[in-house]
């Protein structure tokens, strides 16, 4: 099982890539994010959204929160700016949450249904909050391979690189030597 502190780890990486993701995502014409560019939700515009519509979702399931979300693959916010300012929202959000996880809840279960296929599943939290992160991930790669192929880097996209792994607790890194 996962611990507190892996879920808080998680969350500073989840919002350090989002932020990074963003500021490069941010020198493209909106015409060039919205372009399909054959990711599976076609234009990086509309993969922010899918994962943005994730994290609420799984946040939301998470909290006990009874919220009605719009079907997979729509676009939440049209509006890049907003776009950003809800995912600022929701990583800060995230960041509340991850300091509050109790490690006793990450055993227990929850029971949902999913939106992708319709059914109803009875699954533990620590599955799912790994399910959440690696979500994240998999789809910030494709917008990362995007950017890539329309020349744009992002930098720096792993663990040890994070500018605030210092601050994490149990955090040896050491900059000279990295």
Known sequence: MIS??????????????????????????DSKRRENL???FGSIHLTLNHLL?????????F???????????SDLFPDFNDLRSARKATDEHMQLWAQNVDEEWLGQ???????????????????LVTHLF????????????LLSQLGLDIGDTD?????M??????????DSTS
């Open 159 to 163: 663990i040890p690189f994070m500018p």
């Open 38 to 40: 054959g990711a599976f």
């Open 53 to 61: 519509h994730g994290d609420r979702m799984f946040l939301s399931r």
């Open 134 to 145: 690696n979500h994240g991930i998999h789809h910030r790669g494709q917008v990362t391979t």
């Open 4 to 29: 507190k502190a892996h879920i808080q780890l998680m969350s500073q990486y989840s919002q350090w890539m989002n932020q990074k993701l963003y500021e490069t995502c941010a020198q493209l014409d």
């Open 109 to 127: 279960t929850l029971t949902y249904t999913s939106m992708s296929d319709g059914k109803t599943r009875t699954v533990a939290h620590w599955i």
């Open 63 to 73: 909290e006990g929160r009874d919220e009605q979300f719009a079907p997979l693959g």
């Open 165 to 174: 792994l210092d601050l994490v607790e149990g955090s040896a890194r050491n």
